[in-house]
């Protein structure tokens, strides 16, 4: 996603754990069309990263960060470890981003 294309960034600081920082796009129908999380936080397996990126696709962008989390927590299924992070953090980054729209 370049700036060029509606992208939205959005980032949080989870208390006593990492940065999560998420770039997205908003679709004219009011979904997140694409979703990209990244910071210094640590996935087991690594492939979890994939599955928070799909969960948020598709959401409302009026979601709040309940339902964010839920998404997020339900895509990562069980056996997941989230080192640093959490579906809560995820979830706030993703509402500063969309907050961030102009």
């Not at 936080?41 to 799909?54: G, H, K, R, T």
């Not at 339900?74 to 729209?101: C, D, H, K, N, Y």
Request: charged share 25%; glycine share 14%; net charge negative.
């Amino acid at each position: 996603m370049s700036k060029g294309d509606g992208a939205v960034h959005g980032d949080y600081k989870v208390p006593g754990g990492k940065l999560v920082v998420v770039d997205l796009s908003v679709d004219d129908g009011g979904r997140i069309a694409e979703g990209q999380v990244s910071g210094d936080f640590f996935l087991e397996p690594d492939s979890a990263l994939d599955a928070i990126n799909a969960a948020l696709r598709g959401l409302p962008a009026d979601s709040g960060e309940v339902m964010i989390a839920a998404a997020v927590r339900m895509a990562l299924g069980p056996g997941v470890e989230l080192f640093g992070i959490t579906p809560e953090g995820v979830a706030t980054a993703v509402r500063r981003a969309l907050e961030s729209q102009p």
